[in-house]
């Protein structure tokens, strides 16, 4: 059974930083793609930035210069290091695995990042 565990949410101030955790059991590791995202009250769910098999990384342009996505494959674990944030960062925090050659996703059950002003 394929788990992800998010961790590392929290309070925080503007400018300040967090960073989330994303610890996967239950499959294979490397050869994956992972995400994260966010959703915020009222709102969809949107992509904030991605890792490959191959440690190349995507951001939405919202976070580009501030976030930094990465992973040790060693612990099974993916990060999201969240510099100057801001109060528009306030979201719950998913991270989403993507199975290599067959695509079948899964999904964590979020962390809550809160940034006040």
Do not use: H
């Amino acid at each position: 059974q394929v788990q992800l565990v998010e961790s590392g949410g929290g309070l925080v101030q503007a400018g300040g930083s967090l960073r989330l955790s994303c610890t996967t059991s239950g499959t294979s590791f490397s050869y994956n793609l992972l995400d994260w995202y966010r959703q915020a009250p009222g709102k969809q769910r949107e992509l904030v930035a991605t890792i490959y098999s191959d440690g190349n990384t995507n951001y939405a342009d919202s976070v580009k210069g501030r976030f930094t996505i990465s992973r040790d494959n060693a612990q099974n674990t993916v990060y999201l290091q969240m510099n100057s944030l801001k109060p528009e960062d306030t979201a719950a925090y998913y991270c989403r695995l993507v199975k290599a050659y067959t695509g079948i996703t899964y999904w964590g059950k979020g962390t809550l990042v809160t940034v006040s002003s």
